[in-house]
């Protein structure tokens, strides 16, 4: 099992900066896949940005790219989104997505972002 505990939500004004934070303990090897996917009331849960376990580069939703950094610490157990040029569409509830080699898929509790204009 691999435990998320997600951080780092908040209310902001448009333009503005947040980091999430998302910290996989428990059994994390081997990690295949961290990402975070976002869902606002009534919509799907859609994808926003991720990278594998290994190195490779990170994909970004198109409606994100350029304001969007995704990133881990050199362990690999704790996975950053970094929100930059935040605009009230970025509203969301924003959950990390952990990928175990098989795979297993874990989801974070969610942490609320709240944009203002």
């Known amino acids: 099992q691999v435990q998320l505990a997600e951080s780092g939500g908040g209310l902001v004004q448009a333009g503005g900066s947040l980091r999430l934070s998302c910290a996989a303990s428990?059994?994390?090897?081997?990690?295949?896949?961290m990402g975070w996917f976002r869902q606002t009331p009534g919509k799907e849960r859609e994808f926003v940005a991720g990278?594998?376990?290994?190195?490779?580069?990170?994909s970004y939703a198109d409606s994100v790219k350029g304001r969007f950094t995704v990133s881990s610490d050199n362990a690999k157990t704790t996975v950053y989104l970094e929100m930059n040029s935040l605009k009230p569409e970025d509203t969301a509830v924003y959950y990390c997505?952990?990928?175990?080699?098989?795979?297993?898929?874990?989801w974070g509790q969610g942490t609320q972002v709240t944009v203002s204009s």
């Open positions: 997505k952990w990928v175990i080699y098989g795979p297993t898929t874990y």
């Open positions: 428990g059994r994390t090897f081997p990690t295949d896949y």
């Open positions: 990278m594998s376990w290994s190195g490779g580069m990170a």
